[in-house]
């Protein structure tokens, strides 16, 4: 303290009220993003648009099982849970025992890290869709309902802060 001025230690008081505004404005949109359609294809004049559920399903039917399972637990399952995981942590031990908050925080940051898969396999279904002349795929209402998402997820994520966690405070 050599100015005098005292730090201040622990979680910031708000820091739980903004990660769940994110996480529950995220929540929200969370059904446009799966349900509405994320792209367009247009090929030999037939125009078709897929939304990410029925993407999901049509790769399980069509037997790519693996890549639909993927698709199933980066695009569905893991954001789903990892949202409504930090809107249990930041309600304190309202839902979530003080015991299982540290173990749900460290999945929620795992969860985290496949978060940008689901990006990545967009982009890699893109690419593998356009044949040069022969195919137009063009983006749909869901793309941006998708990215509000998963930018609503990160920005979560940042605010929540752990610190709460280990303090016996309100994260």
């Known amino acids: 303290m050599r100015c005098g001025a005292t730090i201040r230690r622990g979680a910031h008081p708000r820091s739980a009220a903004r990660a769940a505004a994110f996480a529950l ?8 993003a799966v ?3 994320i ?10 648009e897929t939304t990410v559920w029925a993407g999901m399903v049509s790769l399980l ?4 099982v693996v890549v639909g399972l993927v698709v199933l637990f980066c695009s569905v399952i893991a954001p789903l849970f990892k949202l409504v995981a ?12 003080s015991r299982h908050r540290a173990m749900t925080y460290r999945l929620v940051d795992f969860l985290g890290r496949w978060g940008m898969l689901d990006v ?14 022969l195919v137009e795929v063009s983006p749909g209402p ?11 997820s990160l920005i979560s994520s940042a605010c929540f802060d752990p610190h709460g966690l280990w ?3 309100d994260a």
Request: aromatic fraction near 4%; charged fraction near 15%.
């Open 25 to 32: 404005g995220a929540l929200l949109l969370y059904p446009l």
């Open 35 to 37: 349900g509405l359609p």
């Open 39 to 48: 792209m367009t294809l247009e090929e030999l004049g037939h125009t078709r």
């Open 61 to 64: 039917r069509s037997g790519e």
């Open 86 to 97: 930090i809107l249990a942590l930041c309600t304190g031990e309202m839902l979530l025992p």
């Open 120 to 133: 990545v396999l967009i982009a890699v279904l893109v690419a593998a869709v356009k044949l040069g002349d």
């Open 142 to 152: 869901g793309l941006a309902a998708f990215a509000a998402v998963v930018i609503l």
């Open 167 to 169: 303090e016996g405070s």
